[in-house]
Nanobody, 113 residues
Framework: QVQLVESGGGLVQPGGSLTLSCTAS????????MGWGRQTPGKQRELIAQ????????GYAERVKGRFTISKDNAKNTIYLQMNSLKAEDTGVYYC??????WGQGTQVTVSS
């Protein structure tokens, strides 16, 4: 079973930025897509960004579009999530997603002054 190591979470002020990383124990070039999901307080988990591993086509949830950028480095089996203009409502646990339905352990992001 693939292992996913997420990092980069933390506390940031509103309007600030964070970059999350996720490194997989298996070759990401062998799967179609990876992504990031999150669970904010009181809400269900949601997919917020995804990227195809072959050509880097990306997709975003409306609430993060224009602020978050997903990218990949196939040679490092790693994906990233650059988060800008963070808002308090972005606070939550962020998860790396490998393929269709393998979620990592998550990393906490807190946006607060």
């Amino acid at each position: 079973q693939v292992q996913l190591v997420e990092s980069g979470g933390g506390l940031v002020q509103p309007g600030g930025s964070l970059t999350l990383s996720c490194t997989a124990s298996e070759n990401i070039s062998g799967i179609f897509m990876m992504g990031w999901g999150r669970q904010t307080p009181g809400k269900q988990r949601e997919l917020i960004a995804q990227i195809t591993t072959r050509d880097g086509t990306t997709g975003y949830a409306e609430r993060v579009k224009g602020r978050f950028t997903i990218s990949k480095d196939n040679a490092k089996n790693t994906i990233y999530l650059q988060m800008n203009s963070l808002k308090a409502e972005d606070t939550g646990v962020y998860y790396c997603i490998y393929g269709a339905n393998t979620w990592g352990q998550g990393t906490q992001v807190t946006v607060s002054s």
